[in-house]
């Protein structure tokens, strides 16, 4: 449909059905570190169906599966998350049960 003629601009794609980057590979793209644990600058090594797949860190040159900047929970907050919860299951208790209905007695 559309074609770009600068790198960087935004294109139209059939697939997609919106407005989609233009990648190449060797373009930098910004995405999570591992070993850097920091948003770093990374360099496009694979694509797969016009997605980034690989990509390489420019500051520790670590080669990993492309994040999509999502940085992922430290294990010390999931540690956390697992105490709150365990604490919150300890201290509400189960929901009394219901007391049965009680009759009515007809005046008369």
């Not at 139209?12 to 919106?18: A, D, K, R, V």
């Not at 430290?74 to 919150?88: C, I, N, P, Q, R």
Request: hydrophobic share 30%; charged share 30%; with cysteine.
């Amino acid at each position: 449909m559309g074609y770009t003629a600068i790198p960087g601009w935004y294109r139209l794609s059939q697939w997609s059905g919106g407005f989609v980057p233009d990648y190449r590979l060797g373009d930098d793209l910004d995405d999570y570190c591992v070993k850097c644990k920091r948003m770093t600058n990374h360099s496009l090594l694979a694509m797969v169906d016009h997605e980034p797949a690989k990509v390489r860190c420019r500051s520790c040159y670590n080669e990993h599966n492309f994040r999509r900047g999502v940085i992922p929970p430290s294990k010390k907050d999931l540690k956390k998350a697992d105490l709150f919860k365990a604490v919150l299951s300890s201290v509400a208790p189960e929901a009394p049960p219901e007391p049965p209905p009680t009759a009515k007695k007809a005046k008369g």
